[in-house]
């Protein structure tokens, strides 16, 4: 049984009807058309699904559509343009932590909440926030590295690991 289902999705309002018991990462892909937004595992273990609901991470291969109802929601796509994502993307690439690119989207998306929470992680903190997330190619220094780079730039520091050219 379909219903009506209402929410802000990158900064739009989005009216759809759909079963309410359905996958939000179904939801989000196939109905609504943003890609970035990956599915890995389908079971919230691996963190590719990641979007961001009312300032919070959560894997959208376990959420139900009914439980975006009046939330506001951000892919990897509503952060285009953002300063801050800006930041962390262009750090992202700066430290090598961007190889195959899967799982990128939902790394971006939780260092952005990891950033607004802690704007000048500690390691162990920057671990923690990424915890959700698994990437099978970089072997993590140089997310972790990004991260604390682009932390460092948003703070206006210069980031310790500055490559000089």
Same mark, same amino acid.
Not at 7 to 14: C, E, S, Y
Not at 95 to 109: K, N, S
Not at 127 to 137: A, E, F, I, V
């Given at each position: 049984?379909?219903?009506?289902?209402?929410?802000?999705?990158?900064?739009?309002?989005?009216?759809?009807?759909?079963?309410?018991?359905?996958?939000?990462?179904?939801?989000?892909?196939?109905?609504?058309?943003? &890609?970035?937004?990956?599915?890995?595992? =389908?079971?919230?273990? !691996? /963190?590719? $699904? *990641?979007?961001? +609901?009312?300032?919070? @991470?959560?894997?959208?291969?376990?959420?139900?559509?009914?439980?975006?109802?009046?939330?506001?929601?951000?892919?990897?796509?509503?952060?285009?343009?953002?300063?801050?994502?800006?930041?962390? &993307?262009?750090?992202?690439?700066?430290? =090598?932590?961007?190889? !195959? /690119?899967? $799982? *990128?989207?939902? +790394?971006?998306?939780? @260092?952005?909440?990891?950033?607004?929470?802690?704007?000048?992680?500690?390691?162990?903190?920057?671990?923690?926030?990424?915890?959700?997330?698994?990437?099978?190619?970089?072997?993590?220094?140089?997310?972790?590295?990004?991260?604390?780079?682009?932390?460092?730039?948003?703070?206006?520091?210069?980031?310790?690991?500055?490559?000089?050219?």
């Amino acid at each position: 049984m379909k219903k009506v289902i209402q929410f802000i999705l990158n900064n739009q309002a989005v009216c759809i009807e759909t079963d309410p018991a359905g996958r939000l990462l179904d939801t989000i892909r196939d109905l609504l058309g943003y &890609k970035g937004t990956k599915e890995g595992c =389908g079971i919230g273990e !691996c /963190g590719a $699904c *990641t979007v961001i +609901m009312d300032g919070r @991470t959560v894997n959208s291969c376990v959420t139900l559509n009914a439980q975006a109802e009046g939330r506001m929601l951000t892919t990897i796509e509503g952060l285009a343009g953002d300063k801050m994502a800006d930041v962390i &993307k262009k750090a992202y690439v700066e430290e =090598g932590a961007v190889q !195959c /690119g899967f $799982c *990128t989207p939902g +790394m971006i998306l939780s @260092t952005y909440v990891l950033l607004k929470e802690h704007p000048d992680p500690t390691e162990d903190e920057v671990r923690d926030g990424l915890s959700g997330n698994l990437c099978r190619c970089t072997g993590y220094t140089s997310i972790i590295r990004a991260v604390l780079r682009a932390a460092k730039e948003l703070l206006g520091e210069k980031p310790e690991n500055e490559r000089s050219e």
